[in-house]
């Protein structure tokens, strides 16, 4: 069925440093993943997405790489500022299917 | 441009009661979605409405129903509550069409069922 988790519930760094979140999906039909970040009393903010025939995409401060052979997805955030210290989801789409399906979210804390 | 927007932000009801909430999309998107985030948990999907018409559904039972208006807004009815439907409900909207699921999300309604 449908799964979407991630490895790690919590990640601290230190600021300045990088930040990997990385989440596993089992979905093979899957090819349309999001990474949101969502700040505490608020809705998710979308951060960046990857379509499954990528494997690499970059925007500002932050990458996606997704690794179909195993499933995988990873978002990288470099250099990490206070201001990123949140919980970082990532979800899967199927083609023909509505719906988002997300993980359990990372709790990424940035100690100054 | 403003964003999705929710109302009301908080609302505390008791079992048995019904509720509405409400939700106007992003400017220019006409699909809007509804999810449902319990304490420490990620978004699940509740269904989404795109031409007025209820286009999927997640599993949620039908005491969760919906409805969404010409202007593309849209209401989350619940009837009959329960405890366990004590969650922050979200609104997403998106453009149909446009590819993949990029969702915009409203910062959603607390609701409390005591």
């Known amino acids: 069925g449908e799964n979407v988790g991630l490895h790690l519930p919590t990640l601290s760094v230190q600021e300045g440093d990088n930040s990997i979140i990385n989440c596993a999906y089992s979905?093979?039909?899957?090819?349309?993943f999001i990474w949101y970040k969502q700040e505490s009393g608020k809705g998710p903010q979308f951060i960046i997405d990857?379509?499954?025939?990528?494997d690499k995409r970059q925007g500002q401060r932050v990458t996606v790489l997704l690794n179909k052979t195993v499933k995988h997805l990873s978002l990288q955030i470099a250099a990490t500022q206070p201001g990123d210290s949140a919980v970082y989801f990532c979800?899967?789409?199927?083609?023909?299917?509505?719906?988002?399906?997300f993980g359990k979210g990372t709790k990424l804390t940035v100690n100054p | 441009d403003a964003g999705v927007t929710q109302s009301p932000t908080h609302l505390i009801k008791t079992r048995g009661q019904q509720v509405t909430l409400r939700c106007s999309p992003k400017?220019?998107?006409?699909?809007v979605s509804w999810y449902q985030q319990a304490l420490g948990q990620g978004p699940q999907f509740i269904f989404q409405?795109?031409?007025?018409?209820?286009?999927q559904r997640g599993n949620f039972p039908d005491r969760f129903s919906g409805h969404q208006f010409p202007n593309y807004s849209s209401e989350l009815n619940v009837n009959a509550l329960l405890l366990g439907d004590s969650a922050l409900y979200l609104c997403?909207?998106?453009?149909?069409?446009?590819?993949?699921?990029?969702?915009?999300f409203g910062s959603g309604t607390q609701l409390s069922v005591l």
């Open positions: 997403a909207s998106s453009l149909d069409g446009t590819g993949g699921k990029k969702l915009f």
């Open positions: 979905n093979s039909a899957s090819d349309y």
């Open positions: 990857i379509r499954s025939n990528m």
């Open positions: 979800a899967e789409n199927q083609g023909g299917s509505e719906k988002l399906v």
């Open positions: 400017s220019g998107h006409d699909t």
């Open positions: 409405y795109y031409e007025e018409e209820e286009r």
